[in-house]
């Protein structure tokens, strides 16, 4: 590391030792020995040594990592989902406009053969079913955006508070991740993600 010595006058050539992370700190952010001792004397303990940020850099790129993976994991089985669900919908759709055909052409015969769609269909298509999925989707979705908005207050604390400890806002940073990812492992995200892909396997579609 290149030399890093103090500014404060009286200070001079004291090694810096590390950085002050009080969020409401006047004081310049690196310290000395004898910064530590006096102008942060206040909040030593939020006064980390390079060594120390390290480990904490380290822990929140592993962390933010592991969260990307995760939402980069639901996001490509949510499309999935809706591509299947799509192409049901269209196989569907193609179904009922050939029998549509068929009828106003009067050839029953032909409607006759896909009688056995139509039964199930007919069986099946219904409002609930319709607003199970709907339902469903918007609780993903509404799931995702509190995600989202937790993300996003971490960023306007930052800019907002003046004499915020820091720890608690480390703390807080922790449980917006943990509460981010409980959502993405077994909360809210993957209950509905099991309703959808229930709602896959009792299709309409034969
Ligand atoms: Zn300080
Ligand atoms: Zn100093």
Known sequence: MGEFHCRYEDHLEEAILGFCINIGC??????????????????????????????????YIQKENEYYGKLQNFESSFNNFINQMQKK????????LKMNEF???GEYLNFKSDIKFF???????DETENSKLITSINSIVSALENIKQDYIRIDDEVNALTDYNTQQYLNKAKSYFEKGEQLVQRGI?????????????DGIQS
């Open 26 to 59: 006047h004081q310049t952010p690196q310290f000395c020995f004898k910064c530590f001792n006096t102008n942060q004397k206040q909040h030593q303990f939020e006064c980390l040594p390079f060594q120390k940020i390290k480990e904490h850099i380290q822990e």
């Open 89 to 96: 919908v269209q196989n569907n759709l193609k179904k009922i």
């Open 103 to 105: 009828l106003s052409k």
């Open 119 to 125: 039964r199930k269909y007919h069986s099946k298509v």
């Open 189 to 201: 995200i993957s209950r509905s993600i099991n309703s959808l892909k229930r709602f896959n396997i």
